[in-house]
């Protein structure tokens, strides 16, 4: 069994910051790729960050420059740090871990349940 939970949502004006965390728990052998996805109602999934277990970032273009994306791998958690946030970044937030257990050593992607991010004066 593995959970994938999200914390650090919220409310914050435009030009704010908030910090995401995200920690994998359960029988993980490896994680491979962990990130963050969001998603506004009626339209698609959109790519936030991702970061490879070797530490290699890969950025959406609307938020390169303003966001940033580490990871512990001693902790298996991810965080995002997001700086001068903008409404457009308003959204829901999931966490993605794409990992291996002891029950499967296929990789499987895994996802959080989501935190609300809102962006507004």
């Known amino acids: 069994q593995v959970q994938v939970v999200e914390s650090g949502g919220g409310l914050v004006q435009p030009g704010g910051s908030l910090r995401l965390s995200c920690a994998a728990a359960?029988?993980?052998?490896?994680?491979?790729?962990m990130g963050w996805y969001r998603r506004v109602p009626g339209k698609q999934r959109e790519l936030v960050a991702v970061?490879?277990?070797?530490?290699?970032?890969n950025y959406g273009d609307s938020v390169k420059g303003r966001f940033t994306v580490s990871r512990d791998n001693t902790k298996n958690t991810v965080y995002l740090q997001m700086n001068s946030l903008k409404p457009e970044d308003t959204a829901v937030y999931y966490c993605?871990?794409?990992?291996?257990?002891?029950?499967?050593?296929?990789?499987?992607?895994?996802w959080g349940q989501g935190t609300q991010v809102t962006v507004s004066p």
């Open positions: 359960g029988n993980i052998v490896s994680i491979n790729d």
């Open positions: 993605h871990a794409g990992l291996s257990t002891m029950s499967s050593l296929v990789p499987t992607n895994y």
């Open positions: 970061i490879s277990s070797a530490g290699r970032t």
